[in-house]
């Protein structure tokens, strides 16, 4: 087995990190201040095509796989960006194209790939189902040859930056199903057009991290028959392809602020003097650098495999979790032994230390919690009872 990164790999990081390099510390930083949305980085990065990268071609993107689009979103994270702006448009891919039909993919595609549309809201979870997908309340009623839809989301991002949302909803009444993963439809909504009719109300929630997210009140939305993707009440199953791929794409994203850790620990302790010598000599702070340099490399190597079985079409239920946790995990390590390594300094906005310790922390919880990624493990991979 080869492990090399293939030269296409190799030179999509080359030119992410040269893209990534206009865009220095001050610039995540300030918007970090503001609370506001990476528009020049967004727009850079569609430029350059990289938003567009699993489109295929056909459709005027570059159609390249999933493994490719870890690299671009690793190495954004690993040069102290946030690649949360714009990652959506990428998993949502997964549903997209798998299940889209082809007028859809005609309509919407090229206009993704060069920008003038953004599909970076996906709205699934809700209030009162959190984590339960199958209990979801939003109901798209059938009206005609469309449908009405009318209903709650909450933590759903980029509502505000984004033209187009991937909606999940209820076309089957929970009770009158035996098979709760059916009964719920995807459709893809004009996001714009909705908020203008006044069909859908966003609200921004404040959170401690800058990730744009909000809540989204459904009232009497009507969808024509062309916005449902795929099979009416196969929506679960459509999503699952979404999921895995964002699953992948996370845990990339971790492995990149695993990475900028990892390299901002290490050149602080090999360059802060204490006592007469660098605090990096000591065992103490050099050991948990360590550790997580080695957990970074397991993780990645599950995120690999799981992108190849992505990529050929493969199921990768179990190791796209598995990659998502270790991931996390991983960076969430290397965040507090940076944080240790730091001291008193790790505090200082400066350093840029605590902006991404918030926003790594999020990828143990969102979007699946880790204990959930274990309950899946031990169900669906160990045959263990159900927990849940």
Known sequence: MDFRATTEQASIRDAVRALCARFPDAYWRDLDGRSAYPEAFVAALTAAGWLACLIPAEYGGAGLGIAEASAVLEEINASGGNAAAAHAQMYTMGTLLRHGSEEQKRTYLPRIATGELRLQAFGITEPEAGSETTRIRTTATKRGDGYVVSGKKIFISRALQSDLLLLLARTTPYDELADKTRGLSVFLVDLRAAVAGGRITIRPIDTMINHHTTELFIDGL??????????????????????????ILLASESLGDGRWFVDRATRYASERVVFGRPIGANQGVQFPIAQSHAQLGAARLVRDKAAWLFDHAEPCG?????AKLLASQAAW???NATMDAYGGYAFAKEF????????TRLYMTAPVSNNLVLAYIAEHVLGLPRSY
């Open 222 to 247: 009507e969808l024509p028959a062309s916005a449902l993707v795929g099979q009416a009440g196969m929506g679960f199953r459509h999503i699952i392809d979404s999921w895995n791929a964002e699953r």
């Open 318 to 322: 179990a190791e796209a979790n598995m």
């Open 333 to 335: 390590a290397a965040a």
């Open 352 to 359: 840029d230390v605590e902006r991404k310790f918030r926003e």
